[in-house]
């Protein structure tokens, strides 16, 4: 559930390969056409940061293609994995149209298929994602229900009756007994991260400071709705004490998503690791856009807005509070408001 927070930092030091890698120069002609062809399709989903931000022509392209060379050379199915999907926005005043998936989700289904699918055409063993739920992680510090992470998951798996996505989820790899703690837990302590001295950490890393000032901004206007609801005319709550409260949320955010991205590594280590997050693209993780979008474009997900389609097939991510009502119309899907729609121009007389 965590926010799209560019990275913006100095020019990374060269990242190491993975140790698997195969030399280019054992690849032989078939090897390099596929990877071509993998590379082509990948960059119509990547997300890019601007030069001289973005370092993926600098290092990550050699780091991806000697991890998905790595996997042709051993003629092994091709397997991204991508946090994300965790459930919709708990601000469905004004950003999203409910708590179940919508049009965006189904976009973001749609777009990870055809790109699986385009590679499998070129390369028998095939290509598919993973979608690996964080709704776990951090749905009781956003006032999301368990069983609204879960019926989300449910319909999403129902929604993506396709050949190439597989899911995954915190509930399958910690125990559900009580005495094991929560899940959190069981996953701060397996990684030992559960002392992590959060302030000094911050403090100490820019990186995790750039986070931590953009969670703090994602929670206040997420948030919004439960706030309003709690506080009173009469003693409102300040800007200070909501920026306090929303930083101690933040860390616990951090920490528990440290450990998360540990478990996914874990799990998965020889997938080719994937983000809605726009990093800067030197590796090991690589940005994209779940919704169809200029690659320099900032990554929006299907979780935190709504999706104006006009007449000629353009799509709009925006905020439910910003939608023109002039021009669009909800439209309508298994059973639920789905997304928006542009009218019909109205025929002069």
Known sequence: MAPNNERKSKAPAVPELVSEAVPVARCNDASMVIWARFLAEFQRIQCRLPRPLD????????????RVLSLIDRQQPITLVLPALPCKSPNRIDKVLGAMPD????????????????????YAPGCDVVIFSDGLVFNDLLGVSRDEVMA????????ARYKHI?????????SDDPASGNVNDQLLKRFKLAAVDMD?????????LRTYRSFIKFLQRDLAPQRNKNSSKDAPVSKRSISKQCGVIAKTMIQRNMAFS???????PNAVRVSIHAYNNAGPKFGVHLIPSKAESKPKTPWHCCICEDRDGTIHKTELSDVDHQRYVMSYKRGRAWGFTERQPVSSL
């Open 166 to 174: 597989r899911f995954d989820g915190l509930d399958q790899h910690t």
């Open 55 to 66: 370092r993926f022509n600098d290092f990550g392209k050699a780091l991806l293609q000697q």
């Open 262 to 268: 540990l478990l996914v590594d874990a799990v998965y």
């Open 152 to 159: 989300y998951q449910a319909e999403l798996q129902s929604m």
């Open 103 to 122: 049009r965006a989700e189904e976009l973001a289904l749609e777009r990870l298929e055809h790109f699986c699918a385009a590679i499998a055409g070129a």
């Open 200 to 208: 000094k950490l911050i403090a100490s890393d820019e990186g995790h």
